[in-house]
């Protein structure tokens, strides 16, 4: 037999778990129902099946002869519950299966927030046109419409008018693999994330976020991550997201909580059991110190301590994830390697590769690629970023007409 990391996802967003896990000395394994997911070129062993189905995962394993050390994901909400499953059923260390289901519904998500009474908007959940109708009158408008199991922002739509309802309906059933879907108020307010890691219930602060949104439509799709947040007072804020951790039952592993504030006050929008997919962790260890990764290894290989939550010496004081954005259409080139020249450009990557179509932005999905960068001040990081979004080589056909 041979041992492996198994990482359940093949997208770049968890390239750092691969990189951490073979720094520690490890062969990986990449899960991915996709072949043409970027990282199972890179991985030890590649298993090309979607990791929802862990009952092939498992055969997969056992016919290959790859034994798992460990189970992990970072990035999607959709890999979170397979991967507990998953390491559930080869007794390996990981987040218990039924705080998987939580934060992979939204409905038990908001029913967990309200029993530990964290601020949180109201909600109501429907399976048809009907209900979301009647949910909508009770809620009152403004409310956003979404499915209870979605990730990225797919199927999510803000509704002001009963005009706007059937069609927001239709695309968060649409997305919703259970075919149910909520209805939760609006808020107002600017959007932040909240990282942290929890060791045994302590909740070891990380960073707080802000999160610049492209304009509607389509719905809260990030376009930055920006470190420092602005905010006044960020030790309030990770008291909340830990009491919102708590609320999902979330007691060793990561937490990344998505709030809004409103008159001065933090509201939950969700808690992910789980590192961001957004450079959110590498980002954070430039600016705090705080290695987040090497963290989420160790705790899926049950090697986690308390002295390796500690924050070292961080790379600068200023950053941020910008993710490139550009009009549908066929992509012809893309390199970044003009940006990476730049001093203060940590990484630059893509989602999208050549020969691929980009279908319009109706979620973070579309988005092309992003860049990390760092600077000394805020002004200076501004101009690094406009520079090497400018240096960035994309080359995309319009779309055919028909």
Known sequence: MTQAFVLTGGSRSQLGLLEQARVLGHEVCVVDGSDRAPLLAEADHAIVRSFTDVNGVIGDLEARGIEPVAAATMGSDQAVLPTAQLAERLGLPGLPVATARTVADKRRMRAAFERAKVRCPKGREAASFEEAEQAFHQLGPPVVVKPVDGSAQRGVTEVRNEGELAPAVDRALAASKTGAIVLEQYLDGDEFTVNGFLLEREYFPMSVTRRLLHPPPPLGVCIAHRYPSGLA????????????SRAVGLQTGPSYVQIRMRDGQPWAIEVGARLGGGKDAELAKLVTGFDAIRANVLWALGEL???????????????????VVREPGRIVGLDTAPALELEGVH?????????????????????????????????????????????LEIEISEPARV
Request: net charge negative; proline share 5%.
């Open 233 to 244: 007072d960020d030790e309030r804020v990770f008291e909340f997201a830990h009491a919102a």
């Open 305 to 323: 301590r308390r002295e390796d939550l500690a924050h070292g010496e961080p790379q600068a004081p200023v950053g941020q994830v910008r993710f």
């Open 347 to 391: 990484e630059a990557g893509w989602y999208w590769r050549e020969g691929m179509t980009l279908p319009p932005l109706t979620s973070g999905a579309e988005r092309l690629g992003y860049l990390l960068l760092t600077a000394e001040g805020e002004d200076e990081l501004d101009e690094l970023t406009e520079r090497a979004l400018a240096a």
